[in-house]
């Protein structure tokens, strides 16, 4: 499971902001100019839901960052504010024409913020990109009646099509999986669109254009959403609604299980999915993340020693407020080098940020057995995952994914792809932003083969290679 990384880049200076833009629809995009420190830019987008409600998300261009989600929003008398929550920012000011005069405002911090109204945001174009000006804009109702967005990607010709419903990793995710330019999600709905498939894929709640509140330990909301997703699917005009697969990322491979357990899908994929317990993922994700960022391997053993206690305390403890003091208790009392090594690969990151430790239902999610959803999947898998990723390492999850399913599994390891699906030459985070190539080839081939006609790539290799023969095996042949 994916532990967005990215957002936990952008408070790196004082400004993570948010902006707003006239009553309609629109993008907005400015400098905001830190006295003896950097010029930000800033973009933003302003929009309507079709409950009627307004919503608004930032993008801090420097940093790759786009998508951020703004607490609240207010328009009226020819002025508009926008708040964020963490960092507490507040943007507010006269819209006159194609400029938003803004003032931008942090603690004691304000300063002067210009917004024009342009076209587009301002981002980083890799060269996998797909043009999606022919993609279709989808809204649907969760379970609870929260109204959803997503993108509906349809190929060319009459159909009647099989389908895909793309399912995204976890934190805020967006429909494209948007990360530093890339778009991962919107490269494989095209290109399976080149294979005569339809697909779906949308915002998580909270995040874009999808209303209600985002929940980054909310697996029962998410699992909700998406069941509403594979609905949204089947009626989409031109798909043949008895061939639907599930296609889902990182923690959206879990939730792809979920849902094939109780619903009537023709396939799983699984990207880069969890097999383990996702307390034991946590664990090993903690040391994976930190070798590959240059911990030795005292150190990297020494923060998974800590962050394991912290998670075993935060699973025995569902009120909040007593986790939070035995908590303190378990930091105090932590060796001098675990402490180090936590403050120098980890820092309150992730999940274990506050935003994640605070959750009154982080124990339901660490409890997550993934091999109990496997176990009802007896439909086809495919299990993928790539040989330099830190954050679901291959070997145990692939394998307690096979041991788990309840139909016939093909695996695949790519040794040169990453956590992001990425061609790569090394495991570090850090390097997801750097390289141009938004998906591998080889790994979308390998899916989009095995989606139509359930060929294997001849580049993927098992997760437990097999043993060579012993040298009596050999003599006996």
Known sequence: MLKNAFFVLLLTFCGRAAVAGSASDSAWQGDLVIPDGPTMAIGVELFSRPDDSRGANVAVI????????????????GKVAISIDNPPVRIAGPVEGDLWQARFMQ????????????EA??????PDTPDTTNDREVWFQSGDGVWLAGSFTRPVGEGPFAAALLIGGSGATQRDAYHAGHRPMAVLAHRLAEAGIATLRYDKRGVYKSGGAHNPVDLANTEIDARAALKALGVQRGVDANQIGLIGHSEGSLIAAMLAASNDVQYVVSLAGPGMKVKDLFVLQDKTE??????????????SELTSRIYQTVMQRPDVEQRMILLGDVMSKASDEEKAAFEAWNGG???LSSNWLFRPDYPQLLATDPAEYWRSVTERALVINGGLDSQVPYQPNVNLIIAAAGGPVSDCVLPKVNHLLQPAQTASIEAYAQIETTISETLLDTVVGWVS???LSDACEPAYPPKPPTSEQTSRN
């Open 62 to 77: 420097a940093q790759g960052a786009r998508y951020l989600p703004v607490a609240s929003l207010e328009e009226g008398d």
């Open 107 to 118: 603690g004691e911090f304000e300063a002067p913020l210009t917004l024009e109204r342009v």
């Open 121 to 126: 945001i301002d981002e980083p174009i890799r």
């Open 290 to 303: 930190a070798l590959a960022a240059g911990a030795t391997e005292e150190e990297a053993t020494a923060l």
């Open 349 to 351: 990151t992730g999940t």
């Open 453 to 455: 006609d359930g060929h």
